[in-house]
Nanobody, 123 residues
Framework: QIRLVESGGGLVQPGGSLRLTCTAS????????IGWYRQAPGREREGVSC????????RYEDFVKVRFTISRDIAKNTVYLQMDNVKPEDTTIYYC????????????????WGEGTLDTVSS
């Protein structure tokens, strides 16, 4: 069974840190690009970051550059999103997506999605 599972969400204070995990089962991420997205209620989904598992190339949206870091552990079939210096506006559900493309600029239309993990940034 092919699955993507996100974890690591929770409640954190502004300025704090969280690490999200995206773990794949049923397939190998080696030839995929993994993207993190987020979507708040009533708002459109937006991209956050992406990593190409083939070469480790990364991409970040401007609003998370410097604060967030995406990384991979090929042996664990897992991608991480380290979120530092989080802000209240980072509060939302985060999703990971696996697309069978070799870089973060292509879309195959054959991607997989996880069910999301909720991050809440509040004091």
């Amino acid at each position: 069974q092919i699955r993507l599972v996100e974890s690591g969400g929770g409640l954190v204070q502004p300025g704090g840190s969280l690490r999200l995990t995206c773990t794949a089962s049923g397939f190998k991420l080696t030839n995929y690009a993994i993207g993190w997205y987020r979507q708040a209620p009533g708002r459109e989904r937006e991209g956050v970051s992406c990593i190409a598992l083939s070469d480790g190339d990364t991409r970040y949206e401007d609003f998370v550059k410097v604060r967030f870091t995406i990384s991979r552990d090929i042996a664990k079939n897992t991608v991480y999103l380290q979120m530092d210096n989080v802000k209240p506006e980072d509060t939302t559900i985060y999703y990971c997506e696996a697309d069978p493309v070799n870089n973060c600029y292509g879309q195959s239309g054959k991607d997989y999605w996880g069910e999301g993990t909720l991050d809440t940034v509040s004091s």
